[in-house]
Structures are given as C-alpha cells and as structure tokens.
C-alpha cells in the first residue's frame, strides 16, 4: 500500500509543547481522522504538514517526497484547506479559481474544465461570476474547497472542513471527499463532529497534549479501550466512548502500538 | 467611545520601541519648531485687516475640505464595517445615540491628526508671549464638528441617490477630490494657460494693497477666533455643535437603515463574462498573481481613495510639465520632470504596500508551490503597472516634443517607482486587507525613506532635464546609498510577520 504521508517524531514548541515525537502514517486510499479536544495540537499537526509551521524536529514525507528537504515539490501534490475559508472577498469564485490554477501552474485547458466541474457540483455555477463578499460562511467554504481541488491534490490536508456548511452541503463534501479516497488520493482531516470520523474515516488518531495517544480502525480502537479496561458499562461502543474515555486521562492511555491496525 | 479609541490605538503608527523612538524624535524636532516660532512671533501682534482676515478664512477653508475629506471617507466606511455596528444597532440604544457617538468618534479622530501637528508648533509661542492663541485649537475642533456633520450628510445623500453598491466607491473618490481640491483649483488656472503662476496669497495681497479686497464681516470670525477672542470662539464652536448635533439627531435612523442595507452589498457587481475561458487560466504563477493584484486595487473603494490622492497631485502636474515642453520653457521643464518622479515614487509605493502587505490568504501562497521571489516580482509588477498606464501618455506628449526629457522622466520614474517597491518588498508588514485602514501606513521608516529615495532621485532627474546629467550622480549616489543601508534579509523580512515560507 502507497504511503501518502509519513510524519515520523515530529516537534513543535511555540509557549509549551505544542506537538511532541508525533508518528502518524496516512496511506493512499485513505481518509484518515485526526481527533483531539481543543488545544490537542491537531491544527498545528496540520499545519506542519501543509509546510505552513516550520517543524523543530522530526521527519514529514509526502508521496515519498521530502517535504522540510523539497517543499515545493510536496506542495505542488498536496492542498490545504482551513476551517477560515482562504479567499478573496472581492473575487468572484471563477476568479479564484483562476488565480489558484495558476499558482499550481495547472494546464489552462485542465484547469478550466476541473473550474466548469467543481463549480457545478458544488452548487456554484450559478454564483461563479460574483464577488464572495456577499457570500455565506458556507459558499465560501465550498469556494475555497473548490480552490483546494483545483489541481488534483493527491493528499487534502482539511481542517474542520464541514464548518458553516448546511446539512446538505456537507454531504455533498463528504461525497467528494469519499470520492477523492476511492479514486487512490488520500485525505486527512480534524474534525469535533464525531459521528463524521465515524462514518468517513477509514483509521483515526486521537491526539491531546501534543501526543498521539491512539490510532487505528474504530473497531481497533473499541478494542483498546476495552483491553485496558477502560470500555463503560455497554462497553464502549461509539466513537465519542472511546474518544472521552482516551482523552479523560491521556497520560494513563496506552501508545499507539497497541491499537493500530 | 471606548471601542473608538481602541480602533485608534491598534492603527497608530509607531508601535515598538523602535516606532516610539522615532515618535520621540518627530515630536522633538517639531518642538525645536515650535520654540524657534515662538521666538520668531513673540513681540508680534497679528493685525486684523482685510488680508489678513482672508487668508485665515481661506486657510480655514483648506483645513475644511482636508478634514471633509477624511470626514466624508470613514463615514460611508462606518455604512459597511459590520464589527461592532451590528451589537450596538442591535441593543436598546437609540440609532441617534450610536450614530452621535460613532461621529463623535470621527470628529475626534481627526481634530486630533490636526493637533497633533498643531500642538507641538504652536505650544511654545501659547505658553510664551500668545495665550490667546489657544483660540485656535477651538477653532479646529469647530471645523472637525463642521466637517463631520458635512461628511455624514454627503454620505447619507450619496447612498440615498446612488444606492448601497456604489456608495462606498463613489464616496472614497469624492473624498480624494475634496482633500485635494484646493491644490486641484489653485492649478486649474496655471494649468489652463491663464496665469504663469500659482501663487494665490500673491493674487490676495495685490488685490489687498489696491483695496479691492473686502471680505464680508462673517469671514472675520475664524482669525479673531484663533486669536482667542471669546465671542467669535464660541459663536464658531456653538455654531458647528449644533449642525453636528442636529446632524446626528436627524440622521440616525437613516444611517441605521442604511447600515442595515449596506450589508452584503459592498462593491460593485463583476462585470459578467460568458464561461470560463480557457485563456484566463493561462500564464501561470506570474501571470495569475499580475491578473489577481491589479483586480484587487481595482475593486478596493479604501484603498483607492488612499492611491487616488496622490495621482490627484501628479496629473496637474504631469499637464503642466507636457505644457512646458510644448512651449520649450527649460526651468519648468526640469522642475515638472522632478515632481512627476517624485510623485510617481510615492504612487508606486502606495500601491506596492498594498500589493505586497496586504495579502488576504497569505497561507494560500504560503502552502502553494509558487516561489516567494516570483511572487514578489509580479505583486511588484502589479503596483507598477498603473503608475506605467499614469504615465504612458505623458511620455508620448514629451517623445514628441522633447525626446531627452522624456527619456530622462521615463528613467527617474521607473527608478523612484522600483525603488519604493523594493522599500516596500523589505519593510512589508503582512496583515489582512480588513485590517488595513485599521493598521495605517506602513512602516515609519519606509515610509519616510520612500520620501527621501524618490526625492534624491526626482532631484537627479531635474538635474540631468536641465543639463546637468554630471550632477545628477549625487543625488542618485546618496539614494543609492539610502537603498543600501535599508535593505533587508529573507531573514528579517520573514520576523516582520507572517510571511511567504517557501524559498
């Protein structure tokens, strides 16, 4: 199986600790969740990744690429979307797409056919030709989606990517996303909505104070709870089980060995 | 008022030690001013005649459109900034009540940019030998309530006859032609052929010496004000309370609804095109970066306002020094080609502040596999563009008739435009184009080293337009030399804040 990203003990202090000795693997076909109560260092994790955070140590590969060594080339297969949209107000969203395409120096043909798709399934055909300043919080985001697909990522670093949207735009990300993972690409996301993790991602980490205190299947995961003893009455069948029971007490958590997959 | 002074705190210049010692030294220097004009005034008793009694109308007059400029400005930005409108607008407070103190706000800003000048100079000749001379500080606040009650009506009368979608745009034009309408008037005759010179307060005291000058009555109400005669001081200043009271009063629940229909509308609508085509996606990162800057300044209402001012100055300027060539008058010529550099230096510099400072999605290009450097070059390009289009036609009318000064304008203005840009490039203070308006100008120090570079080199320009080409390496070696010592590292461009991280 094509590994789409290695983080191998990565480290991050801004104040404090923000992530310590961070291992995760993301392969290719996979949507992978990133948990963690607020402050857990999920965003920072992200950001590391996306090249936004310079790391103080460790190690980042994207599709084999070093990406401390040669950003620009793990760059140019990755995207990043943030939970605030990455937009201009006072473009229109075919304008945007435009600007981005160029910043990843798609072929123009390519790139205005992906624009045609991307704009029609997310809805926003109809609004390509006026200014996002009037938009909503969730147009926006499917404006900035739409901008982080625009050169067929290989790897979709999300973070809280169904922010602001309605129920049914978050589907219709969702679908997307799901597709992007069957086509081979690879997506890994932080999410607090819980039961998306649920449904969606194919492994989970759960992170807090900057480490990684589990990962695997959300079947492993049940697992591990249960192994150490930690599973509640009806034996801590949902992922918010496993997720409060890891979390409640980091430091008595078992390291991932024990439940990846 | 709080809120008010916080916005004010957070965008005044200066900030660091490095910002405040610089302050320090300004304020030192204009105190030095001061003193000196205390001691230079301090037997003198200002006479109130007719000259005298115009020319404090007529710079009364100029401090007006001044302040309406800026008045007129941040009362159609108060129509459309949601922040904390949207809190105040929904609590039980009256809309006449937010809106009088939101103007309070605006009165007070400005009265305070024009004492902060003011102070300094004239402290010393009121606390030695002028106490009366504290009139004058009346008289400001007077005309700052005048003109922010002046400003909310043309902004409220500009959204009722052109609509929210127009309003913010036509106002920040309005605005620019306001601050520079008397320097635009004073031009108007020189540059239409009629006079050789400019010099109004010559043109006054000619008239003054025949005895043809006899101002109304009225207009003697600002000097006596100023000299601190109490009457006149609070005739004015009651006087301008109550149009900006009744301002305030009669306007609120209009600006409310106004604000309320502002939302959501800001800026005009994008000219449609057919589908997508397949050209606008062509040219890559240099191109796309080109095509998104220039269509940023295009749409910017704010910003524009900011840039407009300065091209207000230099097309007076560029006409009359197209003039001077037809008509071969050499002296003028060197002069003209001097301040068009100048000028076209600090249009470049504004705008390449804008370009390269104010970035909206900064971790978009940061996460992009676009270089800094190419990015930089065409965020640069973009602000040199326009001033190149300001230019173009100028340089044609000089091709024409004096091709070696045309050479040598087009050469200073490209150097003083490149040379603003690169000053911008190393003291660039990335934030958000919102928080723009909020955060100022950029740098003091960049600010004041495009002043000094652009000068040196629209000073080498005139030279070498007036033969003296030898000469004109002086003040280019000392501009050069400014450049020099100003420059900065990746390194320390990247600690001025968040920052493009590829390399």
């Keep these: 199986m094509t590994e789409a990203l290695i983080v191998r ?19 290719a076909g996979e949507l992978y969740a990133l948990l963690g109560p607020n402050g857990a260092g999920k965003t920072t994790t992200l950001r590391m990744v996306a090249g936004l955070t310079r790391p103080d140590k460790g190690e980042i590969r994207v599709f084999g690429i070093d990406a401390r060594t040669d950003p620009a080339a793990a760059k140019a297969v990755t995207a990043w979307a943030p939970d605030e949209a990455m937009i201009y107000d006072k473009l229109t969203p075919l304008e945007y797409l435009e600007f981005v395409a160029g910043l990843w120096n798609v072929e123009p043909k390519v790139g205005k056919a992906r624009a045609d798709d991307l704009l029609a399934k997310l809805g926003l055909a109809s609004e390509a030709r006026r200014r996002c300043e009037g938009f909503s919080r969730g147009m926006k985001q499917k404006v900035a989606l739409a901008g982080a697909l625009i050169h067929d990522p290989k790897l979709l670093i999300l973070d809280e990517p169904l922010t602001g949207l309605d129920a049914a735009a978050a589907r219709l990300v969702k679908d997307m996303l799901q597709d992007r993972v069957r086509a081979g690409g690879a997506v890994i996301l932080t999410t607090h909505i819980l039961e998306v993790a649920e449904r969606m991602a194919d492994r989970i980490g759960i992170i807090a104070g900057g480490r990684l205190l589990a990962e695997g299947t959300l079947e492993a995961l049940r697992a591990q709870t249960r192994r150490d003893g930690r599973a509640g009455a009806d034996g801590g069948s949902t992922l918010e089980d496993v997720f409060l029971q890891l979390t409640a007490d980091p430091v008595a958590a078992s390291v991932v060995d024990g439940a990846s997959a | 008022m709080r809120l008010y002074w916080r ?9 660091g030690p490095r910002g405040l010692i610089g302050l320090g030294v300004l304020a030192a220097v204009m105190i030095a001013g001061g003193v000196f004009i205390a001691l230079g005034l301090h037997d ?15 710079g009364c007059l100029v401090v007006f459109t001044l302040m309406l400029s800026q008045t007129l400005s941040a009362s159609s930005e108060a ?52 106490p009366g ?40 034009v309005l ?12 031009q108007a005759r020189t540059i239409l052929g009629r006079e050789t010179s400019g010099s109004l307060v010559a043109d006054i005291a000619r008239q003054a010496q025949d005895g043809r000058l006899r101002p109304p009555p009225v207009a003697s109400l600002p000097l006596r004000a100023m000299l601190g005669e109490p009457l006149p001081l609070l005739a004015l200043l009651g006087g301008a309370s109550l149009l900006f009271g009744l301002s ?3 306007l609120g629940r209009r600006f409310s609804d106004a604000a309320a229909a502002a939302q959501g509308k800001t800026g005009a609508r994008a000219p449609r095109r057919g589908t997508a085509s397949t050209r606008a996606f062509a040219g890559g990162v240099f191109l796309a970066t080109l095509r998104k800057e220039l269509l940023l300044i295009g749409r910017d209402a704010a910003l524009l306002s900011q840039v407009m ?23 003028a010529l060197a002069g003209g080609a001097g301040v068009v550099v100048f000028l076209a230096g600090q249009v470049a510099g504004s705008l390449a502040w804008i370009t390269l400072s104010a970035e909206e999605a900064p971790d978009l290009l940061a996460v992009s596999p676009a270089g800094t450097s190419l990015l930089r070059r065409a965020k640069l390009a973009a602000a040199m563009l326009p001033v190149a289009l300001l230019l173009a036609p100028l340089i044609g009318v000089l091709v024409w008739f004096a091709p070696v000064v045309a050479a040598w304008t087009a050469a200073g203005a490209l150097l003083a435009a490149w040379s603003s840009g690169l000053l911008n490039v190393w003291h660039q203070r990335p934030g958000k184009r919102s928080e723009f308006r909020r955060r100022g100008g950029s740098s003091w120090l960049a600010t004041i080293a495009e002043i000094v570079v652009s000068a040196l080199i629209a000073g080498a320009t005139g030279l070498a337009v007036a033969g003296f080409a030898a000469w004109s390496l002086i003040p280019l070696v000392l501009a050069g030399v400014a450049l020099l010592s100003l420059r900065r590292g990746e390194a320390q461009i990247a600690r001025n804040g968040r920052t493009l991280v590829n390399s």
């Design chain 2, 309 to 331: 001012l300065r091209v207000l100055y230099l097309i007076p300027t560029a006409l009359l020094l197209s003039r001077n060539a037809a008509s071969g008058a050499g002296a």
């Design chain 2, 44 to 58: 003198w008793r200002p006479p109130i005649n007719a000259l005298s009694v115009t020319i404090a109308a007529l």
């Design chain 1, 9 to 27: 003990g990565l480290d991050k202090t801004f104040a404090k600790p923000a992530v310590m000795d961070l291992d995760l693997t993301v392969h």
């Design chain 2, 175 to 186: 605005a620019a032609l306001v601050g520079a309408a008397f320097f635009l008037a004073s």
């Design chain 2, 133 to 172: 001379w504290i009139g004058l500080f009346g008289v400001l606040a007077s005309l700052a309530l005048a003109a922010t009650a002046a400003g909310l009506l043309l902004a409220m009368a500009l959204f009722a006859l052109i609509g929210p979608r127009r309003t913010r745009t036509v106002a920040q």
């Design chain 2, 7 to 15: 916005n004010f705190r957070a965008g005044r210049a200066g900030k």
């Design chain 2, 79 to 130: 129509l459309y900034e949601r922040g904390d409108l949207d809190l105040l607008f929904s609590s039980p407070i009256g809309p006449a009540k937010v809106l009088f103190v939101r103007a309070l706000g605006v009165a007070a800003g400005v009265t305070t940019l024009f004492l902060l000048a003011a102070v300094p100079l004239l402290g010393p000749s009121i606390v030695w030998g002028h």
């Design chain 2, 248 to 250: 305030a009063a009669t």
